[in-house]
Structures are given as structure tokens and as C-alpha cells.
């Protein structure tokens, strides 16, 4: 079975189909968090803004809270 070790990251990435692991290996490489524990968020997150971004779609009709917090 193919299968690829990320340099930055250490991760394993294995495939069956090796047309499979190179879309694989491409999407690892945007996502990829370089350093082992670093967080996989894409997204730079503000701490100091836990808002939420769509505050006329925070509530249902009957003014129920949509998302948990």
C-alpha cells in the first residue's frame, strides 16, 4: 500500500489508490500545521471576539439561542 510521511509534521498519510493519496498529500499540504500540537485550525482566530459573526440569525423566531456557547 502507498503511503507518504509529511516532513514538517510527521504524519502518515497511506492509500490504497495512489491517485488517492496524491489529492491526499495536496490537501495535507495546505492544512498542514508544520509542528506536532499545533492546532489544526485554519482559520486565525481572535480570542477577544467569541461573538457571533450573524446576530440577527443568533436567535430562532420564538428568540430561542441557535448555537450553544
Known amino acids: ?6 516532513p514538517d509534521c510527521g504524519k502518515r498519510l497511506f492509500h ?5 493519496l496524491k489529492i ?3 490537501i495535507h499540504g495546505k492544512f498542514c500545521r508544520k509542528k506536532m500540537g499545533e492546532t489544526h485550525s485554519f482559520m486565525h482566530r481572535d ?3 467569541m461573538s ?3 446576530s440577527e440569525r443568533e436567535n430562532d423566531a420564538s ?6 456557547k
Open 1 to 6: 500500500m502507498p503511503e507518504l510521511t509529511c
Open 16 to 20: 490504497e489508490n495512489e491517485d488517492t
Open 24 to 26: 491526499q498529500e495536496t
Open 47 to 49: 480570542l477577544a471576539h
Open 52 to 54: 457571533t459573526f450573524d
Open 63 to 68: 428568540g430561542t439561542p441557535v448555537l450553544k
